[in-house]
């Protein structure tokens, strides 16, 4: 008699889940690794592990209607003769021209003018479009040098050098032929429809030394007048921060693992890098440590998405962040009124990361003109400004709760964590005790 096991309830494996298997099986399908837009996608500890206390009997709060809360910063003081002045601590992250049409690129720009704050080019260069609608403009410095000319970074108000980028800390950049279109190609200076990978390192610079020459070189050329930023993936965020500050950099920019992209491996968008919430505290202390904390000023960026997070970032030390992702989906991104078009393209809104492909229905990373003309720019930017203005109001709201008249105010025992993961990461207590593990230490 054969034996047979009693009926059970079919389980599968927490390790090899559906997508799991799905990846095995188009990998073996196809041979070929996935590429995808976005940021991790993995849970990882973040600032929803973190609560802010809110004043009590030992804290006064403001009156939310009656007593002011600042949220102006000024960025570059250290060296830049006209260091940026912002009316909010949240600027638009760096996406190329490439990863994104014209039109979203400008309503970037309308949306960031009108709140008050700063955006950035990216790989591929300067477009007209943002320049023209961006009060304030910060100009990339990249491995790749694409559509990098002395021209723009005079045209610039601040000059961020890009070392990485938090979804692909030590990787380069990805774009592939059907989104190189005539207009990109020429300010790339490369050719047409062939697929553009971006340096993943500076061709003229291997280490601080030479970014300290090359930082004096850049100070030379705009007359030392502009800001200048590094931006790092949150790999190493102490010693990184610590370099950047000896190479003479003003501001700091850390970018997390959740940072979104426009596109990278998958393997190492989920697997390389540290979550923004682990990047911050090393990054502080090494300000901290050089006696530069707000001196020279650190920008956080890595799946901010609300008015608590900027409120958490600031409260662990951060001047200002900044955002991609959540800009895009302000302009329109994985819009739910698209999402015919999204299931005919074997996804549905919210899970669209194709952003390689060009095929974006709402028209914000592709070159492809007819949907590109699905984003208008100016209601775009007012949807992107009002998303701003809920951010600030609402990082407002938490820190006149905490009884501060300026967002930077906010300080680390303002905070809890949830976890004890994200306690040891932030360096704040874990909830209804007074243990911060690893407090001596990284
Ligand atoms: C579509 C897209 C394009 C991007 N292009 C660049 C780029 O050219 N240079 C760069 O330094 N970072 C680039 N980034 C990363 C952002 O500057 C920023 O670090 C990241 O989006 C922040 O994380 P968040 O998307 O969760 O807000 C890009 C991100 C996106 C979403």
């Known amino acids: 008699m054969t034996y047979r096991n009693p009926p059970t309830t079919p389980r599968k494996s927490a390790t090899f889940d559906d997508y799991t298997l799905s990846e095995i099986r188009r990998a073996a399908a196809t041979g070929i690794y996935d590429i995808r837009g976005a940021g991790a996608k993995r849970k990882l500890p973040h600032f929803d592990d973190l609560l802010v206390l809110g004043a009590s009997i030992s804290r006064y709060p403001l009156e939310g209607y009656r007593e002011r809360c600042d949220t102006s910063v000024v960025l570059g003081s250290r060296h830049a003769k006209k260091p940026i002045e912002l009316k909010i601590p949240i600027t638009i992250a760096g996406m190329s021209f490439g990863s994104l049409s014209g039109p979203a690129k400008e309503a970037l720009g309308r949306g960031a003018t009108l709140s008050g704050t700063s955006t950035t080019t990216g790989d591929g260069g300067m477009t007209e479009e943002e320049r023209g609608h961006s009060k304030t ?27 990485g980028q938090g979804a692909k800390p030590g990787g380069g950049g990805m774009l592939l032929g059907q989104k190189i279109s005539d207009r990109v190609a020429e300010m790339r200076t490369l050719p047409k429809g062939i697929d553009q990978r971006s340096a993943s390192r500076h061709p003229d610079w291997t280490g601080p030394d030479d970014l300290e020459i090359k930082i004096l070189e850049l100070r030379e050329i705009t007359d030392w007048e502009k800001p200048i930023y590094v931006k790092v993936g949150g790999a190493r965020p102490y010693y990184d921060t610590a370099l950047a500050v000896k190479s003479g950099a003003d501001v700091v920019v850390i970018d997390g693992m959740q940072g979104g992209t426009a596109a990278t491996q998958e393997v190492f968008i989920e697997n390389v890098g540290q979550p923004t919430l682990a990047c911050i ?4 202390q090494a300000l901290q440590d050089l006696g530069m904390h707000r001196k020279v000023q650190l920008i956080v960026s890595g799946g901010i998405r609300n008015g608590a997070d900027v409120a958490k970032a600031l409260a662990l030390g951060v001047d200002a962040v900044s955002i991609g992702t959540a800009a895009l989906v302000a302009l329109g991104d994985n819009d739910p009124r698209w999402e015919a078009d999204y299931n005919e393209l074997g996804t549905t809104a919210g899970a669209y990361d194709d952003w390689h492909e060009g095929r974006d229905p709402a028209g914000i990373t592709t070159q492809d003109p007819v949907l590109m003309k699905r984003v208008d720019p100016i209601a775009a930017g007012r949807r992107l400004a009002n ?7 609402e990082a407002q709201t938490i820190a006149r709760a905490c009884g501060k008249n300026s967002l930077h105010n906010l300080e680390p025992e303002d905070l809890v964590a949830l976890t004890i993961e994200a306690a040891a990461m932030a360096g704040v ?6 243990w911060i593990p690893g407090k001596n230490g990284f």
């Open 137 to 163: 403009l910060v100009y990339q410095y990249l491995p790749s040098r694409y559509g990098m000319n002395p021209r723009d970074l005079r045209r610039a108000d601040a000059i961020e050098i890009v070392v």
């Open 281 to 284: 505290r090393p990054a502080v």
């Open 387 to 393: 998303y701003l203005k809920v951010m600030t109001l």
């Open 429 to 434: 207590p874990l909830a209804g005790t007074n």
